[in-house]
């Protein structure tokens, strides 16, 4: 604890806190002095250069940071709007359904019967197909 007597005089002092019985729920509180006790006091001083002073003093500029992409609504909350990619749906994790593999596995057959099947007979196969 330090305390300014008067414009000359600083008084230094150091306690702990003791708690003691009090026959209570709550302890009493006793402050013993402990450690130094150091009373110091100004003889002289001396006006620095107003240069050095002026630094000394100095005060940081504590501008506010416009925050980007941050709006107040109406009740007082805050608005933001963040950016993201796009993204591609054919790459996406998701999860898979038996539908979807079903699909798969018949048009996977489909194009394997296509392959063994020679050139001739697929033209064949189209131009019946299309009268």
């Known amino acids: 604890m330090a305390v300014a007597m008067d414009d000359a005089w600083l008084q230094l002092r150091q306690y702990s806190v003791r708690f003691k019985k009090s026959g209570t729920r709550i302890p009493g509180v006793a402050l013993m002095e402990m450690g130094p006790r150091i ?15 002026q630094e000394a003093m100095k005060q940081p500029k504590l501008g506010k940071k416009k925050e ?8 007082a909350g805050k608005v933001g ?19 979807t ?31």
Do not use: C
């Not at 980007?68 to 009740?75: E, F, G, M, Y």
């Open 81 to 99: 709007r963040i950016y993201m990619p796009k993204q591609n749906m054919d790459t996406l994790g998701l999860s898979k359904y038996k539908g």
């Open 101 to 131: 593999k079903r699909q798969r596995r018949e048009s996977a057959r489909e194009a394997a019967e296509a392959r063994k099947q020679p050139k001739v007979a697929q033209l064949v196969a189209e131009g019946a197909s299309t009268e």
């Open 39 to 53: 009373i110091f006091s100004v003889r002289r001083y001396r006006l620095p250069p107003s240069d050095f002073q």
């Open 68 to 75: 980007k992409n941050v709006a107040s609504d109406a009740l």
